[in-house]
């Protein structure tokens, strides 16, 4: 009997790989995903595990860099539970294919933020739920007149930078983007100090001009968050942050944008995405009532109600964050733009991770990354998630395991056992064809 190898083939699948879907097996070991060309040729190994995908498609997991919590689950507000509710939360995810996410804490009194944020770590993905990336910290440094759904009571300004933050937030060790108003006192000095910490910063709630804006990208911001929403509207004489996406600015500005079919008109999706298509990042913005039926939750110190899956303050019209997961909004998005399935897959994975900087292990199928993968029907866009893991019980002989059942019901995707039906099978796979040459990332246009 040959030795184990720790391999699994993903086989008979296409895959999204710099901008262009092919017609390629996919190899993984220990949560990494394997140049094929070195397991034939210089190891000469095969694979533990064979997984017949049945023509299927394998995507980049996705990656949200704001979600507010779900099913029930308050980032902002449960105290007495936050763990237990962080890895609810990582788990339900993989359903929709996140793999990756910023648990996002909003605009709350002072003492959540000490009983709340030291408890969310970073912790890598796998069969127990998706990874966890960071704290975004979306307020309480924002402008009053743009404070959407946020609690005025406890919005105030970093009159002295980062000490401003320290006081507020306590230590930042776990935090990863931090969303303010550029032209608070003190805003400048914040985003000087935070991007030196390796703190991705986002211009959001806030009623900053553009050159406010432009002044803070030089400083180190280089995030926007959910685009139009909480922030001045587009004018021809100074477009406020939303000009950065025209913006002559040395580097690449990244901006959020819901596309849950309520925040965001189909025209401003095209009008962004045509403007700026690298930087054009998805996220879900969902509050704690995601996955949940209509009624009464709750936002941090703001009550919520939930009618007909649009999520308002408690008795207004103000709209308080999406009940929409990721992959819904991925379709929606698709639809809105008729962009290419390769760019709307890639402003859910890697846009996000360029904008975290993480682009050379998350995002991606590239050789060494880590094998963080949705199996997608690819008119659906339903599937389910693989995240980051090696498997439990090595195997005694060559499997192979065929996927069973559509992705439009989705399997568990907790095991490879739960997706797919095994049987015995010493088949050697077939060498792989010369490797593709690089290609430029799809822009956004009709197909």
Same mark, same amino acid.
């Given at each position: ?156 300004? +970093?009159?002295? /930078? !980062? ?6 937030? #306590? @230590?930042?060790?776990?935090? *990863?983007?931090?969303?303010? %108003? ?105 509050? +704690?009532?995601? /996955? !949940? ?6 936002? #941090? @110190?703001?009550?919520?109600? *939930?009618?007909?899956?649009? %999520? ?118 077939? @060498? ?8 430029? %990332? ?6």
């Amino acid at each position: 009997m040959r030795p184990n190898t720790g391999l699994t083939r993903f086989h008979n699948c296409n895959i999204l790989r710099e901008g262009k879907i092919i017609k390629e097996d996919l190899w993984i070991r220990e949560g990494k995903i394997v140049n094929p060309e070195q397991v034939f040729y210089v190891e000469q190994s095969e694979a533990d595990i064979t997984v017949n995908c049945d023509n299927l498609l394998i995507a980049p997991g996705f990656i949200d860099l704001q979600i507010n919590g779900g099913w029930g689950v308050d980032f902002s507000f449960d105290t007495e539970s936050i763990e237990e509710g962080v890895c609810k939360v990582a788990k339900e995810l993989l359903a929709h294919g996140v793999t990756s996410f910023c648990p996002t804490m909003v605009t709350s009194e002072r003492e959540k933020y000490s009983q709340i944020l030291p408890r969310i770590k970073r912790a890598q993905g796998g069969k127990h739920g998706a990874t966890i990336l960071g704290v975004h910290l979306e307020g309480p440094f924002i402008s009053l007149s743009k404070k959407g759904a946020h609690a005025d009571e406890f919005i105030m300004n +970093p009159v002295k /930078g !980062l000490e401003s933050m320290r006081e507020v937030y #306590g @230590p930042l060790n776990d935090v *990863i983007i931090v969303t303010l %108003a550029p032209e608070l006192p003190g805003a400048m000095d914040a985003i000087k100090s935070l991007t030196s910490l390796g703190i991705k910063v986002a211009l959001g709630h806030s009623a900053a001009n553009l050159a406010d804006g432009e002044k803070a990208v030089k400083c180190g911001a280089n995030l926007i968050t959910h685009l139009f929403n909480a922030m001045l509207p587009f004018h021809h004489r100074d477009p406020g942050l939303v000009g950065l996406l025209a913006s002559s600015t040395e580097k690449q500005v990244f901006y959020g944008i819901i596309s849950d079919g309520i925040h965001t008109h189909p025209a401003a999706l095209r009008i962004a995405c045509r403007t700026n298509p690298e930087g054009l990042v998805l996220v879900s913005d969902a509050v +704690p009532a995601q /996955g !949940l039926a209509d009624g009464a939750y709750t936002i #941090g @110190p703001r009550s919520v109600t *939930i009618e007909a899956g649009r %999520a308002y303050v408690t008795g207004t019209k103000v709209l308080c964050g999406s009940t929409s997961a990721l992959d819904h909004c991925v379709a929606k998005f698709k639809d809105a733009t008729d962009c290419s399935l390769e760019y709307a897959l890639e402003t859910a994975s890697l846009h996000p991770a360029k904008a975290l900087g993480i682009e050379n292990r998350k995002g991606n199928l590239n050789f060494d990354c880590d094998a963080d993968f949705v199996i997608l029907e690819p008119e659906s866009l339903k599937g389910c998630a693989w995240c980051h893991r090696s498997r439990a019980n090595k195997p005694t002989s060559n499997r192979r395991v065929a996927l069973k059942s559509s992705p439009c019901a989705p399997p568990n995707p907790n095991s490879i056992a739960s997706i797919g039906t095994e049987h015995v099978s010493q088949t050697p796979p077939t @060498p792989p064809h010369p490797l593709p040459h690089r290609t430029k %990332a799809a822009q956004c246009h009709p197909m």
